[in-house]
């Protein structure tokens, strides 16, 4: 079994940053590609962010391109999501996932995760 735990979130300015933490227990996750959701207030959750299992491929949901960074350090069992340039329509709860075993280095359907963490806010105001 694997335990994800997000940290991170908060209360930001638009145009300010924020870096989400995501702390694996239980299972390394060396083996695994790993994802970052997010969840707004009456919408559905939406993929933002993924990286294969080494690293060397990462994939993100249009609309964060550029300004967001995913990445992982697998010696600290711990994956990351550095947010910058933030914006309103970025708040949500953001959840890490751990994928099951696939073909795809970095996933984006929510089926493709089969591990999932509580979930941390991220607010950004105007």
């Known amino acids: 079994q694997v335990q994800l735990v997000e940290s991170g979130g908060g209360l930001v300015q638009a145009g300010g940053s924020l870096r989400l933490s995501c702390a694996a227990s239980g299972r390394t996750l060396s083996t695994s590609a790993m994802g970052w959701f997010r969840q707004a207030p009456g919408k559905e959750r939406e993929f933002v962010a993924a990286?294969?299992?080494?690293?060397?491929?990462?994939y993100y949901q249009d609309s964060v391109k550029g300004r967001f960074t995913i990445s992982r350090d697998n010696a600290k069992n711990t994956v990351y999501l550095q947010m910058n340039s933030l914006k309103p329509d970025d708040t949500g709860v953001y959840y890490c996932?751990?994928?099951?075993?696939?073909?795809?280095?970095?996933?984006?359907?929510?089926?493709?995760?089969?591990?999932w963490g509580q979930g941390t806010q991220v607010t950004v105001s105007s």
């Open positions: 990286i294969s299992w080494n690293g060397d491929s990462q």
């Open positions: 996932a751990r994928a099951r075993p696939t073909p795809w280095d970095t996933p984006a359907a929510k089926y493709e995760y089969a591990y």
